[in-house]
């Protein structure tokens, strides 16, 4: 017959280097989904926060007077449009991820939190592309707006 007993050999305590390394490596595991999460939700009022900011400069580059045509209107939506759908992304990002684990089951909550990282950052990634994009729109949209030619006001 077998002998099925597990022989330890060499046993000694953690050293405080190894120690450390798992101290560290636990706050990673914990922080990675909150990191997330708080860069969507700080994100959010930057991308919606963008939108006034454009539409003053917009204000500015074509005068309190000026009425756009219904494709000039469309060029100058974009920006706003983009830096809303962004703000939707990091909005997206920021809601908890539903699912279902057993704490007596650890593969199950590093699976579930492996697919909440993954989410966050898929949102996140999104959003920020949206944002850069926004902000690209709204500048050539300003720059736009500044070489229209606006009639002036009747006297």
Same mark, same amino acid.
């Given at each position: ?6 022989? =330890? ?9 190894? @120690? +450390? &390394? $798992? ?6 595991? =914990?922080?990675?989904?909150?990191? +997330? ?5 700080s994100?959010?009022? =930057? ?6 900011? $454009?539409?003053? &400069?917009?204000g500015?580059?074509?005068?309190? @007077?000026?009425?756009?045509s219904?494709?000039?209107?469309? =060029? &100058? ?7 809303l ?8 990002g ?10 007596d ?17 898929l949102?996140s990634?999104?959003?920020?592309? &949206? ?9 050539a ?11 002036? @006001?009747?006297?």
């Open positions: 017959m077998a002998n099925d007993a597990i022989k =330890v050999t060499n046993a000694r305590a953690r050293s405080p280097h190894n @120690e +450390g &390394l $798992y101290e560290a490596g636990k706050a990673l595991m =914990v922080d990675s989904v909150d990191v +997330g999460r708080d860069f969507c939700k994100m959010i009022p =930057v991308a919606t926060g963008a939108i006034p900011i $454009y539409i003053a &400069l917009v500015l580059a074509t005068g309190k @007077e000026f009425r756009p219904f494709s000039e209107g469309l =060029v &100058l939506a974009l920006a706003p449009t983009v830096l759908l962004s703000a939707a992304a990091f909005a997206v920021y809601f908890p991820k539903t699912t279902t684990f057993s704490l089951v650890p593969s199950e909550i590093d699976s579930a939190r492996t697919a909440t990282v993954n989410k966050r950052m949102w990634t999104v959003g920020f592309g &949206l944002l850069l994009a926004g902000i690209a729109l709204a500048i949209a300003v720059f736009y707006g500044l070489s229209l030619e606006i009639p002036p @006001e009747p006297q």
